[in-house]
């Protein structure tokens, strides 16, 4: 395994020792661990509160935590999944127009797009909220497109950049439109070359999108707050673990598909 | 429109605000940050693992539920911070950490193994190696990465007007409900501030980028 460059390749007794040291943090690590987990312990954190996703209190029965937190996480979802292709569709457009429309249609849309990047994404959905008079759902849709539109605007402008300039000029040569020319020829390719970004800023969007949260649509972190609301604030560790770990799954397995999809990529003839 | 104006100080407020946020956990978070990237390029498995752990977590966690944790859930624990800015500049820096330590670490990565190697052909020893061949490479292409991050960061602070801090675009709603004819100017009013700071960060790293470029 070749070595940063930060050091040089360890010699055998630098190796030894490297791992005596590495044993020696591990076990402090594991002491902090012990004492973290022993303060837990303590403040009954592993007692019968944990029954909440098994056997819940108040004639509740486990699916029905189960089933909420589902319908939560649903919603969390629907907002990703329907904000997703919008958002990659006025991107597309945004890049169109910026790309390939005459100047006076270029510029203000590069104006746009930097207008749109530098807002804050909640800012946008209080903007759907209050002055469009919108839904909680709309609103949490409204500010997740716009923001990632802008976004995926210059991920894709990069990709159009990358591409190698003979691209677009073959399709100049053959007769095609500027126009033409991007949607047939350029974008393909700009958009399987930024894949793995895409991905990741889908991750991005995904996160953003528990910022319903603030806005009052009932997503996921919502729905855990209602149920610790309901059974009693002792079951508030509980059920923050579990929804942390939805979002773990949910957002590294993403992660992952774009590493790998970036690998294979990258890997190609 | 005029009420914009006549809202100034409710702006000035929530924009000293969004900007103390942002300097606060800016700063606590490039050192943290660089010091988990410091971890996660020592020869050290165990503190290499933690390390990357910690950056997974943080990375792959809304920074609202970063919030709801130091917020509600540490409380119900018997940990009570304050409420208002010192649990959002908690929970900012943590968040904002583990993105810090991934462009401090590609920035070390970036450098090519080879510059190491002729440092160490021409007889520099390692502190001399990183003194003068790693770090100031490094340096150049950590420092646009790292100014996205910090307007990523500036922009997040918002979410710290969801638990009970007034910056600006807490304000903006107070003043979307004072002013109900002109909810639209006073949001974009917020949003003028907000581009107050991101774009002459973004102008900046634009800048610092070419200037890399060309000195390579």
């Given at each position: 395994?070749?070595?940063?460059v930060l050091y040089d390749e360890p010699g055998p007794r630098?190796?030894?020792?490297?791992?005596?040291?590495?044993?020696?943090?591990?076990?402090?690590?594991?002491?902090?661990?012990?004492?973290?987990?022993?303060?837990?312990?303590?403040?009954?954190?592993?007692?019968?509160?944990?029954?909440?996703?098994?056997?819940?209190?108040?004639?509740?029965?486990?699916?029905?935590?189960?089933?909420?937190?589902?319908?939560?996480?649903?919603?969390?979802?629907?907002?990703?999944?329907?904000?997703?292709?919008?958002?990659?569709?006025?991107?597309?457009?945004?890049?169109?127009?910026?790309?390939?429309?005459?100047?006076?249609?270029?510029?203000?849309?590069?104006?746009?797009?930097?207008?749109?990047?530098?807002?804050?994404?909640?800012?946008?959905?209080?903007?759907?909220?209050?002055?469009?008079?919108?839904s909680a759902f709309s609103a949490v849709v409204f500010g997740l497109v716009l923001y990632n539109g802008a976004v995926?605007?210059?991920?894709?402008?990069?990709?159009?950049?990358?591409?190698?300039?003979?691209?677009?000029?073959?399709?100049?040569?053959?007769?095609?439109?500027?126009?033409?020319?991007?949607?047939?020829?350029?974008?393909?390719?700009?958009?399987?070359?930024?894949?793995?970004?895409?991905?990741?800023?889908?991750?991005?969007?995904?996160?953003?999108?528990?910022?319903?949260?603030?806005?009052?649509?009932?997503?996921?972190?919502?729905?855990?707050?209602?149920?610790?609301?309901?059974?009693?604030?002792?079951?508030?560790?509980?059920?923050?673990?579990v929804v942390l770990l939805i979002y773990l799954i949910v957002n590294i397995s993403l992660s992952r598909v774009a590493v790998y999809v970036e690998r294979r990529t990258s890997a190609g003839p | 429109m005029e009420s914009v104006l006549e809202s100034m100080p409710e702006y000035l407020a929530g924009f000293r605000m969004t900007l103390y946020l942002t300097v606060m956990s800016g700063v606590l978070s490039l050192l943290l940050g660089t010091f988990l990237a410091a971890c996660r390029v020592s020869p050290l498995k165990s503190l290499r693992t933690v390390a990357t752990v910690i950056v997974e977590v943080g990375r792959n966690t809304p920074l609202t539920l970063v919030f709801v944790f130091f917020v509600f859930i540490l409380p119900a624990l018997g940990i009570i911070f304050p409420l208002g800015t010192i649990p959002a500049v908690i929970a900012l820096t943590v968040y904002t950490s583990a993105f810090v330590c991934e462009a401090v670490r590609s920035g070390i990565n970036s450098v090519g193994i080879g510059q190491a190697e002729a440092a160490r052909a021409i007889g520099l020893g390692s502190v001399n190696t990183l003194w003068l061949i790693v770090l100031p490479q490094a340096l150049r292409s950590v420092v646009p990465p790292l100014i996205s991050v910090l307007i990523a960061l500036a922009k997040n602070t918002s979410v710290a007007s969801g638990f009970a801090v007034i910056e600006l675009t807490a304000t903006g709603r107070g003043l979307a409900r004072d002013y109900p004819a002109d909810v639209i100017w006073m949001l974009l009013g917020v949003a003028a501030f907000y581009l107050l700071i991101t774009v002459p960060a973004g102008a900046m790293a634009g800048w610092v980028e070419r200037k890399v470029v060309f000195s390579r």
């Open positions: 395994m070749s070595r940063s630098t190796l030894r020792r490297e791992r005596i040291a590495s044993i020696v943090v591990a076990v402090l690590l594991a002491l902090l661990v012990v004492y973290v987990v022993i303060g837990m312990i303590n403040r009954g954190l592993f007692d019968d509160r944990w029954l909440v996703f098994t056997d819940p209190p108040k004639g509740q029965e486990a699916t029905d935590v189960w089933w909420a937190l589902g319908k939560g996480l649903r919603a969390t979802m629907t907002a990703a999944v329907v904000s997703a292709p919008a958002a990659l569709l006025l991107a597309l457009v945004l890049t169109g127009m910026r790309a390939a429309g005459p100047r006076w249609i270029a510029k203000p849309v590069v104006v746009l797009i930097e207008f749109m990047r530098g807002m804050p994404v909640l800012l946008m959905m209080f903007f759907g909220l209050l002055a469009l008079g919108l995926v605007a210059e991920i894709l402008r990069a990709g159009l950049a990358a591409l190698p300039k003979g691209q677009a000029e073959a399709g100049t040569a053959i007769g095609l439109t500027r126009w033409q020319t991007l949607r047939i020829i350029q974008f393909p390719q700009a958009a399987r070359l930024m894949l793995p970004s895409l991905i990741s800023q889908f991750v991005v969007l995904l996160k953003d999108s528990s910022l319903g949260f603030i806005v009052g649509y009932p997503e996921l972190l919502r729905t855990m707050q209602l149920n610790y609301s309901f059974f009693g604030d002792r079951y508030r560790f509980p059920l923050f673990v | -």
